[in-house]
């Protein structure tokens, strides 16, 4: 078992899919992981020329608690400039949730990135 398999068992279904672990630290108080989106475009621009340009701020969201401690997941989504148009434009996580079949989980960790209230 290598460090990717565990964090498959550790974070939401399908986020390492879209979002590679850079990072992890512990304390006896908190694990803290860091996560970057992949340099994948994303599917509605699918047949533009985009040109990543690094990444929003940073965010941070708390995730379900393992044997006692706070997990913090650090979060940095990616932007691309469309060498088309001049636009700035980055993956629409909430077009993602919806159309897709993820859990209940994995969708709430979704809207979480994009700002929306879970439930």
């Known amino acids: ?13 399908g986020v390492l899919a879209n979002f590679a672990v850079t ?3 512990e304390s006896q108080a908190a694990i803290d992981l ?6 994948q475009k994303p599917e509605e621009f699918q ?10 701020d940073e965010i941070t969201i708390q995730d379900f608690p393992i044997r006692g401690r706070s997990v913090f997941l650090h979060i940095k989504r990616r932007r ?3 060498e088309r148009t001049g636009d ?8 993602v949730a919806k159309g897709t079949r993820k859990t209940t989980e994995f969708a709430s960790f979704l809207k979480a990135i994009s700002g929306y209230k879970t439930r």
């Open 1 to 13: 078992m290598n460090a990717n398999d565990i964090s498959r068992l550790l974070l939401p279904e």
């Open 23 to 25: 990072k992890f630290t």
């Open 34 to 39: 860091y996560l970057e989106e992949k340099n």
């Open 47 to 56: 047949s533009d020329k985009l040109v990543s340009k690094g990444f929003f």
């Open 80 to 82: 691309w400039l469309n």
């Open 88 to 95: 700035t434009v980055f993956r629409n996580w909430t077009m």
